[in-house]
Nanobody
């Protein structure tokens, strides 16, 4: 069974940066998109960013200009560079890969905490 594993979360001060990584336990073919979502305490999970197989990216308005999503096809990994972090970015961050446009794989999440 394919597993996605996120890493790179942690505690950072306001204005700081973190880089999240997401790797698969095995090679997955026909991935249409790789993305990041987050869930803050007491809130629903929300979309953060995606990158498609052709390299196109999309971001939630709340992170646009501060976060950058990228992928390394050779390593089968996706990254989320997060800059200018604020306490509002505190959440558990999840990666999600979409295969054949209909199959979604989720990671277990990594905690990001931004202190004021």
């Amino acid at each position: 069974q394919v597993q996605l594993v996120e890493s790179g979360g942690g505690l950072v001060q306001t204005g700081g940066s973190l880089r999240l990584s997401c790797a698969a336990s095995q090679r997955i073919f026909n991935i249409n998109a790789m993305g990041w979502y987050r869930q803050a305490p007491g809130k629903q999970r929300e979309y953060v960013a995606t990158i498609t197989s052709d390299g196109s990216t999309n971001y939630a308005d709340s992170v646009k200009g501060r976060f950058t999503i990228s992928r390394d096809n050779a390593k089968n990994m996706v990254y989320l560079q997060m800059n200018s972090l604020t306490p509002e970015d505190t959440a558990v961050y999840y990666c999600r890969w979409t295969q054949l446009s209909v199959i979604h794989y989720w990671g277990q999440g990594t905690q990001v905490t931004v202190s004021s």
